[in-house]
Structure formats: structure tokens, C-alpha cells
């Protein structure tokens, strides 16, 4: 007779029916996730005591056959899972050796990234990771986004980055720009050098000045030019009595000046190359701001110095590093009050004005290179919005003085402002054109902020561009800037991003996209070849926006018979040689394949092959292989035993989507 620790069902395992073939899980193995043995009772329930019952399931989880085809099936669903991983945040290159890591997101994850969406439709906001060889990136503009696929497709192109590689954009051996912090972080008597010897002749110096006043100053206005010149010749008349900022903001505009500058114009007045003469001052600069303890110091003139060589250091080194350097003037002057107006308004008129302008300046300086390195837009403008910072006023330098108690008026015409004072009001535009699109934009919505661009473009026309004249180079190139950016800023309320898929996109939407761009690149080619703008070409080569030409070549793809707008591409790679040439800048190698890839389809194949197309095919023919769809790999996790199979069926039919989107923003067919 049993004992009352007897189990419920004590027979023996050996006597136990056996289970017939097909048997599933009890439902207590199936709770706990282990192997059932399919008798009744199984061994894990006899093991568990007398209080478990082994009973069958009532409803059985069917599974799909897989048999011979389950790695047809696994590769299925892990192209599946890469999609989705891509889509969400990370960018798989196989082809580099670089190692793919499993991602899960669990439900609760795909909700929250919906969520942060916004409204199903339209379209993803997240950034991604690009894997290039042995580093990544998290990028988040549309720049980046928008050749997503292009720059994964031409892994085997970028032979480098300019995260990685010191090796400057220009001739010539430029200071290393991570000195610059590290030796401003604490100076020691034994790193500040002696610079006297670093300073030109005083005809030199005075020849520079006039350089920065006729191709620098009129499109920054950080300086008041008579204050500023009658610094300058103390200065020069007494270099041992200078003070170390002082130093720093003459060596920066030294450094401006020559930038600016031709090789032959500069050979011409200076008697050596311009490589050289750019090498001399920026290490005489960079020397200058580490003996003024810019990291540590609250004088606004070495701000400005920083700044000015910022400015036009951007050609030499890399948008990353640039980016590093902006947001440390952006904290330099967020440390000394200038994003404040109750700080710049305690000041006198003279020093406030001044103040105003150079916080406008830091911040368009570092929102253009978190542009150019893939920071979101929302991000940004952050600090534009946490700034309460009055705008600049527009009147002349000869209207401002240091003894003035009272500020001059705000001039509504043509002044000495008016390419700073255009850039002030586009910035505006920029913004508020960049909140309108982030919003949910019906067509109401969208007719309402288009008319309000055309009404702002009206005011300044009527306000400040109707009074231009375009023989008076500043005058031309604020004209063509201001035309610019209206259309820049109807290019970003009827993006494609706002669209659901490419099928909900109209053709009178991409008709109109189409245009702005064409108008958009089209305005570069004028800027380029005006000779009244030749003076300006250092900023003019620093501005162009790549936006507008990957918009404009994507819709190229689709486009048949458009010899204008080919010729308007063969320009700007004309103009911007380095789009062709720096393979280490995944953006220009993306650039370039979707430039193939447009010419491929609807270019003029029967005219003669344009140069860009040879030299773009050459380029990766001597990588090894040729531009093609990116080689699907099968990779098996290690866990792929005990992985929970229709946890992930569930997951990829969920959350599957209607359209691929494979390049974020910009490519679609």
C-alpha cells in the first residue's frame, strides 16, 4: 500500500505509456521552457512532486515545417531581422570584416519607436550607425540618412575617414587641432611661445588688413572695422607691449586674410605660395589662443579670435574635428553670458552690439557642422531656442562707436549689414521652416507655411533686395544668397520625409521638388563663375548645400532628357573637386554613387561620357569590384538552438513594413 508522499501517478517510468508519434510539450514544460520527454507523466513532472499536474495542451502551437529548407528559412527571417535593425538604428556592413551583433527589440521597444515617430506615415526620424572598418558614426541629418544605402553599397570605396586619419584636407603640415584643446587646458609658462618673429612686416600687416576688410569682414562684421584698425597699428608699432588676446585675434585675422586669398594674387603681393602663408599663420594662431588661455578665460576678444579661425581653418581640417572646436566657442560664449540678453544689454551699446553679433556667429558656425557630421536638426537648434539673444542691428560701422551711450536706429535699407543681416533673417526662416516639418504637415498646414515663406521673401525683397545693386559684390552675393534660401526653405516643408511611402508622393510634389533643387544648384554655378564674387570664393566653396543636390540627383534617376540639369551636376563636381577625390568622407563617396547610379539610368548615353562618370567608374574599378547590390550573408547566431523562434515570427510579421525604406530620406525610386 502507498505511503501518503506517494506522487499522484506512481508507476514507474519504464511501465508509463509511451507517447505517440507527434506528441507535444505538457503544459507545465512549456511553462517552465524545458524538454518534455511526451510521456504521461513526463520525467519533469514526476521530478516536481505530487501537487504538478502533466497534462496536454489544450490549443497546440503549430510550427512551420522546416526539415531540408531551415536554412532557407533562417536566412529568411535574419534578411528580415537586418531590415528592421537597419531601419531602426544600425548599419550592418558584412563586407569589411566588421562583426554583426544580435539585436532585439522587443515589443515594448517597436512601440516606443513608433511612438517617437510621431504619426504612422511619416516616415523614420531615427538616426543610424554606419560600420566602417574599425569605427562608427551615429549620423541623424538627412545627409547622411538620405545615402544610407549609397554608403553601405561603397564600403569597399572609402578607404578611410576623416574621424581616423590626420591627414589634412590641404597641403601642407597645419597644427594638430586636438593640441589646441589639450595644451589650452593648462598652460604652463614653458608651452607659451614667443611670437614676435611669427609677425609680418608692417607693410605686410597693413596690406593684410585691407585684404580682411575687403574679403572677410563685409560677410561676418565680428569686428568694428575703425576700433580694430587703430589696434592693429598700436600693435605693430610695439609688439612687445601686446597683450596676449590682442596677439590672438591679429594672428586670426592674419590667418582670415590669407585664406581669402588666390595663389597667384598671393604670390603676387607676398612673394610665396599661399600654402605657405596660410602654414605660417595658423600655427602662429593656434600658438596665440593656447598663450591666451582660451579655455579658461572670459575676454570676449579671444572669442573672437577663435572664432575668426574657425572660420578659416574649415577647409583644412575635417567636419568632425571642426564640430568639436564650434562647440567650444559655443560653451566659451555661453560661459561669459552672450546667449543672454540681460548680460549683453548691462554692457554699453558698443560692446553689446558686438556681443550680439559674435553669439549669432558662433552658433550658425556650429549648426553648420553639426549639419555636415549628422546631428539632428532638433538638436541644433537647441541652442538657437534656449538663447534669448536679440538679433543684430543693421547700420553701418560708421554709426558705432565705443563713447556712444545710445544705440544707433535700425537701419531699413542697404548698409554695411546687409549680407550679416540676410543671414540673421534666413537663419529665422531656416528655423521655423525645420519646426513646420517636424510638426504633422496637412495640406493646410503646408499651404499656410508656404505662404508664409512667400510673404517673409516679399518682405526682403521690398526691405533690403530691390535697393541692391548687383554690380557691388557684396550687393551680387547677397542677392543671389536670399533667392537661395527661399527655395532651400520650400525644400524642407515638401521633403519626401513627410510622405508616408514614395507612392503617396504626387507628381506635381516631385515636379516641384525637382525645381527648387535644380534652382538651388543652378545658383551655386552663378556664384562660381561671377568675377565680381572671386573675392568671396573662400566662403562661397564652404556653404554649398548638399541637401538640395542629393535631392536632385535621386529624382535624376526617374528623369530622361534633362541635359540642363546633367550640366548643372558635371559643375558642381567641377567646382567641388574634393566630392570626387576625398574617398575618406563616406557623404562624398555616398554622393558619388548615387551620381552613377542616376547617369546609369537617364543619363545621355549617346554624347560623350562626362568626366566625373570616368573618373567615378575608374575609382572603384581599381577597388576590385564594381558598384552592386549589397551580398546577402547568412549568419547563424551561436544560441541558435535555444532561440525562441516564434518570438521572432511574431516580432518580423508585426512590425513589417509596407515599403522598403532603405535609405532613410533622400533614395527613393
Not at 99 to 118: V, Y
Not at 148 to 169: A, K, L, P, W
Not at 488 to 502: C, E, K, N, V, Y
Request: aromatic share 6%.
Amino acid at each position: 500500500m502507498s505511503s501518503p508522499d506517494t506522487p499522484r501517478y506512481n508507476a514507474s517510468i519504464s511501465h508509463r505509456p509511451r507517447a505517440s508519434k507527434g506528441a507535444h510539450a505538457c503544459t507545465m514544460c512549456q511553462q517552465r521552457k524545458i524538454k518534455c520527454d511526451g510521456q504521461r507523466p513526463c520525467a519533469g513532472c514526476v521530478k516536481a512532486g505530487p501537487h504538478v499536474i502533466c497534462e496536454n495542451p489544450t490549443t497546440v502551437l503549430r510550427r512551420k515545417r522546416r526539415g531540408t529548407s531551415m536554412e532557407r528559412d533562417l536566412a529568411t527571417r535574419l534578411k528580415h531581422a537586418e531590415a528592421l535593425i537597419q531601419r531602426y538604428g544600425c548599419m550592418l556592413n558584412d563586407s569589411d570584416g566588421v562583426e554583426m551583433k544580435q539585436i532585439i527589440l522587443t515589443p515594448r521597444e517597436e512601440q516606443l519607436c513608433e511612438s517617437e515617430n510621431g504619426v504612422a506615415g511619416q516616415g523614420s526620424k531615427h538616426g543610424m550607425i554606419i560600420c566602417e572598418k574599425d569605427y562608427m558614426r551615429y549620423v541623424e541629418s538627412q545627409t547622411w540618412t538620405g545615402l544610407s544605402e549609397e554608403i553601405q553599397e561603397s564600403q569597399h570605396v572609402i578607404q578611410g575617414s576623416s574621424v581616423d586619419d590626420s591627414t589634412e584636407r590641404v597641403s601642407g603640415p597645419y597644427p594638430d587641432a586636438s593640441k589646441l584643446l589639450l595644451s589650452g587646458i593648462n598652460p604652463t609658462p614653458s608651452t607659451s611661445a614667443n611670437l614676435k618673429s611669427s609677425h609680418p612686416l608692417p607693410i605686410q600687416a597693413f596690406q593684410l588688413w585691407q585684404i580682411f576688410l575687403e574679403n572677410v569682414n563685409p560677410l561676418i562684421r565680428l569686428l568694428h572695422g575703425p576700433t580694430t584698425q587703430s589696434l592693429m597699428l598700436e600693435a605693430s608699432a610695439n609688439l612687445d607691449s601686446i597683450s596676449a588676446s590682442t596677439e590672438a585675434l591679429i594672428f586670426a585675422i592674419y590667418h582670415c586674410a590669407a585664406v581669402s586669398l588666390q595663389n597667384p594674387e598671393c604670390e603676387r603681393k607676398f612673394g610665396e605660395p599661399r600654402a605657405n602663408l596660410m602654414s605660417k599663420f595658423s600655427h602662429a594662431t593656434h600658438l596665440a589662443l593656447i598663450n591666451a588661455k582660451f579655455m579658461k578665460t572670459s575676454d570676449m576678444v579671444v572669442l573672437q579670435a577663435l572664432t575668426l579661425y574657425l572660420l578659416s581653418i574649415r577647409q583644412c581640417l575635417d567636419n568632425d574635428t571642426m564640430w568639436i572646436l564650434s562647440g567650444t566657442a559655443v560653451r566659451m560664449g555661453q560661459r561669459i553670458g552672450l546667449h543672454r540678453e540681460s548680460a549683453s544689454s548691462s554692457y554699453p551699446p558698443f560692446v553689446a552690439e558686438l556681443r550680439r553679433r559674435l553669439w549669432w556667429h558662433v552658433i550658425s558656425l556650429d549648426h553648420r557642422f553639426a549639419q555636415l557630421v549628422g546631428t539632428p536638426t532638433s538638436e541644433t537648434f537647441s541652442i538657437y531656442n534656449d538663447s534669448d539673444i536679440k538679433r543684430p542691428l543693421n547700420f553701418n560701422d560708421s554709426d558705432l562707436s565705443p563713447e556712444m551711450q545710445v544705440m544707433p536706429l535700425d537701419h531699413s535699407g542697404v548698409t554695411d549689414m546687409l549680407f550679416c543681416t540676410m543671414r540673421y533673417e534666413i537663419s529665422s526662416l531656416m528655423h521655423s521652416a525645420h519646426t513646420w516639418s517636424s510638426t504633422t504637415m496637412t495640406p493646410v498646414k503646408l499651404a499656410e507655411a508656404d505662404a508664409q515663406i512667400i510673404a517673409m521673401e516679399k518682405r526682403l525683397q521690398i526691405q533690403y533686395l530691390n535697393r541692391a545693386d548687383p554690380m557691388i559684390p557684396l550687393h551680387a552675393l547677397s542677392l543671389l544668397m536670399g533667392h537661395t534660401a527661399f527655395a532651400a526653405a520650400r525644400l524642407i516643408l515638401h521633403h519626401p520625409r513627410g510622405h508616408s511611402s514614395p507612392a503617396s508622393i504626387p507628381q506635381s510634389e516631385h515636379d516641384l521638388l525637382f525645381a527648387l533643387a535644380l534652382q538651388i544648384v543652378r545658383a551655386d554655378r552663378e556664384l562660381q563663375t561671377n568675377p565680381l564674387l572671386t573675392r568671396f570664393l573662400w566662403h562661397i566653396n564652404n556653404v554649398f548645400q548638399l541637401d538640395p543636390f542629393i535631392l536632385l540627383l535621386t529624382e535624376l534617376r526617374t528623369r530622361k532628357n534633362q541635359r540642363e540639369a546633367w550640366a548643372h551636376v558635371e559643375s558642381v563636381f567641377d567646382f567641388h573637386p574634393e566630392m570626387l577625390t576625398d574617398t575618406r568622407n563616406a557623404v562624398n563617396v555616398g554622393v558619388g554613387t548615387l551620381a552613377l547610379r542616376a547617369w546609369e539610368r537617364t543619363g545621355d548615353t549617346g554624347a560623350q561620357i562626362p568626366k566625373w562618370v570616368r573618373l567615378l567608374r575608374e575609382q572603384r574599378r581599381r577597388t576590385g569590384q564594381a558598384v552592386e547590390e549589397r551580398k546577402e550573408e547568412l549568419y547563424i547566431p551561436s544560441d541558435v538552438e535555444s532561440a525562441d523562434w516564434e518570438y521572432w515570427q511574431s516580432l518580423f510579421e508585426d512590425n513589417g513594413s509596407n515599403w522598403e525604406l532603405t535609405s532613410g530620406i533622400l533614395a527613393y525610386d
